[in-house]
């Protein structure tokens, strides 16, 4: 009775449930579905070989996450030419100083617009965290950088979507100057 | 705006996360109570993040894709080995405390017999119902490891079971309390869950236990006691209804939390089936 060994429909059973979310994280920090099929498929693989070792009473939801994170940051040369953080620091002054309210009604597809627009580190910290509602510290395990870090890269991705989406506000005429 | 509104926005998205200590949270609080305008802030700070959720939600997820890794899964048969030695250990352990206790309990002349009947596939299922739940609930679901008060889990409880709340709790050894209560459902079944944890978040333990009420052909006359990868599973039943103790502790705390909570789940049901 105490011989049962890890097998492949019990891992089944408590990993595929996550895969719904993993996709749509993966789909969202890569921006392109075939490639997030690619790597969560490739996350489930990696996940099994070393479901032996998964710590008990660790957080599954949680791990997968993290192997998708490493399993894209793997990828992530041969992939893009991510945009440097620092050419957003330029964006994040401007919308700082000049905040327009931000539309009542914003769209599915004008906030995945803002989203993208995000360089990739902060785009997966605010995914994670505001999307996924992942705690700071757990962020921190996923992304390997210290929680001051992930704080930092959550201020300024927040702060560039809501200066993406007044800047919306403002294309269409809508509230010309904020507080 | 003044810098008492410049501090508070500092912390608003922290705040809707429920990254602040306490003693800030409790500041923040205060400042919104009496600031419409920072307030207004928090609110399409809110908004912002239930629209960029139900965006993301929205993207479709490729209705091929979970066939396609259940096969890639199938195909990689590289099963992994648990770790025999520690798997050994446990299992030594729980065979003695199986033998001890359910000869005490059921005053079996032939332990042995007892136990190797629990190895039957139909004791695996009935064992798998608490299972199911704690997997669900405690391990796996979102649920935030908060500890709540008393009466917050005696209000999820309702008056059925709330009185239950405080007998578990003294009923709990060492660091161990009832940190959520609630109902619950998993596979479609209805479940009263009590979720227990060590006081240290770190290296806490987590305990569910389950009450469910029996379905026909469920029968757990014992205490009976199982192991499924990392998890303890320890059932019992009582009147109408299953009870399970699940863990991630070994098997014999297991088995010894689970037979010092029976006693007190059977008498509050039976009491509660009578009344």
């Known amino acids: 009775m105490f011989s049962k060994h890890p097998r492949t429909?019990?891992?089944?059973?408590?990993?595929?449930?996550?895969?719904?979310?993993?996709?749509?994280?993966?789909?969202?920090?890569?921006?392109?579905?075939?490639?997030?099929?690619?790597v969560v498929q490739e996350t489930y693989l990696q996940a099994w070989k070393s479901f032996a070792r998964f710590a008990p009473g660790t957080n599954c939801r949680a791990w997968l996450f993290k192997i998708l994170v490493n399993t894209i940051h793997h990828h992530r040369r041969s992939w893009f030419n991510l945009r440097r953080i620092e050419d957003s620091e330029e964006i994040l002054e401007q919308t700082a100083v000049c905040a327009a309210p931000v539309p009542e009604r914003i769209a599915r597809e004008q906030i995945l617009r803002a989203l993208n627009a995000l360089p990739a580190d902060y785009r997966a910290a605010v995914l994670l965290a505001d999307v996924d509602e992942f705690s700071y510290k757990e962020i921190a395990g996923m992304l390997d950088v210290p929680i001051g870090t992930v704080m930092s890269r959550l201020s300024r991705g927040r702060k560039l979507l809501r200066g993406q989406l007044s800047e919306l506000a403002r294309s269409y005429g809508i509230g010309e100057v904020g507080t | 705006?003044?810098?008492?509104?410049?501090?508070?926005?500092?912390?608003?998205?922290?705040?809707?996360?429920?990254?602040?200590?306490?003693?800030?949270r409790q500041e923040v609080q205060l400042h919104l109570a009496a600031c419409p305008q920072c307030s207004a802030e928090l609110e399409t700070r809110a908004r912002i993040r239930t629209e960029l959720q139900d965006a993301v939600r929205a993207t479709p997820v490729p209705t091929g894709l979970e066939v396609k890794i259940r096969r890639a899964l199938n195909d990689n048969d590289k099963v992994p080995r648990p770790r025999t030695g520690l798997w050994a250990v446990a299992a030594a352990a729980g065979v003695i405390l199986c033998v001890v206790l359910v000869g005490i309990l059921r005053n079996e002349a032939n332990p042995e017999e007892a136990i190797l009947r629990k190895t039957s596939g139909r004791l695996a299922a009935v064992l798998n119902v608490g299972l199911r739940d704690h997997l669900h609930c405690a391990v796996f679901r979102k649920y935030s490891k908060q500890s709540l008060a008393a009466s917050e889990m005696a209000a999820d409880l309702g008056p059925g079971f709330a009185d239950l709340l405080p007998r578990i709790q003294a009923k709990l050894p060492g660091d161990l309390r009832v940190i959520q209560a609630h109902h619950c459902e998993a596979g479609g079944r209805q479940y009263t869950h009590f979720i227990i944890a060590?006081?240290?978040?770190?290296?806490g333990k987590l305990v569910s236990l389950i009450l469910t009420r029996r379905q026909s052909g469920e029968s757990l006359p014992g205490i009976d006691q199982t192991s499924v990868d990392r998890f303890q599973v320890v059932g019992f039943e009582s009147h109408d209804y299953l009870a399970f103790v699940i863990s991630d502790m070994d098997a014999q705390q297991s088995l010894q939390l689970a037979a010092s909570l029976a006693p007190t789940v059977r008498e509050y049901l039976a009491a509660h089936a009578a009344g």
Do not use: I
């Not at chain 2, 060590?198 to 290296?203: I, P, S, T, V």
């Open chain 1, 9 to 38: 429909d019990e891992f089944e059973t408590v990993a595929l449930p996550h895969l719904p979310e993993l996709y749509r994280t993966a789909a969202r920090l890569l921006g392109d579905g075939a490639k997030a099929e690619d």
């Open chain 2, 1 to 24: 705006m003044n810098t008492a509104c410049d501090n508070a926005r500092g912390h608003l998205d922290a705040y809707l996360s429920r990254e602040l200590p306490e003693e800030t």
């Open chain 2, 198 to 203: 060590g006081a240290r978040k770190d290296r």
